[in-house]
């Protein structure tokens, strides 16, 4: 396969001679420094923001080493060895510059594995059969996932917030009078909802205005203030007919 060359959602970064390289390795640090080589020439990975100091790259240098050795222990051949690989480096660039979920990183990665076993050109080629997927779904269960909120936060440089804002709830509030435009009232012609908020001693006294008002001198004062008023706009209204029949006099002469 060669670089660039595309495959169901993979850009293959892992040449024909990195597949021989790896597979071929007698040791440990051949593999890690091949292991190595590769990632630096990964497009997207090592460039990232969020990569770029040493514990990121040990990170992300074990993170190969253990499905590298999966895959000699599996005794995959190149092809799968370099399948499996690639697969991992593009779930790891999805990690790093979409912070996926895990579920939405796991369907991402059953998709790729399923689209690597079955041979349907060209929607998907058997590079896997169905011993391969049931091993390297196991085993990538058991390391990425097992430990993806981990991965999440040691590839992380800032932890940042989102902050979003939402409109608030709007209300209609009523109009109300203010209060500069209110006027003291006599205590008896309190509202009764209104008395719940008064006082004991309040209430004593509203009491006692309504028996003087009703029954006691207060009765005969409240009659005849009613009657003086009524006398009082009985004259107001006399004295606006003389004044208009005035008036009307004097515009004919």
Request: hydrophobic fraction near 40%.
């Amino acid at each position: 396969m060669k670089k660039g060359e595309s495959r169901f959602f993979l850009n293959w970064q892992l040449t024909k001679e990195d597949q021989s390289a790896l597979y071929k390795a007698s040791s440990d640090k051949e593999r890690t420094q091949l292991l190595e080589k590769w990632i630096t020439r990964s497009s997207g990975l090592v460039s990232s923001a969020d990569v770029n100091d040493e514990g990121h790259w040990a990170v992300i240098v074990n993170y190969f080493e253990g499905h590298f050795d999966f895959a000699r222990r599996s005794k995959f051949s190149e092809a799968k060895m370099g399948c499996l690989l690639e697969i991992m480096l593009y779930l790891l660039k999805q990690l790093l510059a979409a912070r996926l979920s895990e579920e939405r990183s796991f369907d991402m990665f059953k998709e790729l594995l399923v689209r690597h076993s079955v041979q349907r050109p060209p929607h998907s080629l058997a590079i896997f059969n169905a011993d391969d997927v049931k091993a390297i779904n196991e085993h990538v269960q058991d390391t990425l996932y097992r430990f993806y909120s981990m991965y999440l936060y040691a590839l992380t440089k800032d932890q940042l917030i989102t902050l979003t804002t939402e409109k608030q709830l709007e209300l209609d509030i009523p109009e109300q009078t203010g209060l500069g435009e209110g006027k003291p009232i006599a205590a008896r012609e309190v509202d009764k909802d209104i008395r719940q908020f008064l006082s004991a001693e309040e209430l004593v006294q509203l009491e006692r205005e309504n028996e003087y008002m009703t029954k006691g001198p207060g009765r005969i004062e409240r009659i005849m203030r009613e009657e003086m008023d009524k006398l009082a706009a009985h004259m107001e209204e006399k004295i606006r007919a003389q004044d208009e029949d005035f008036l009307n006099r004097l515009s004919k002469k």
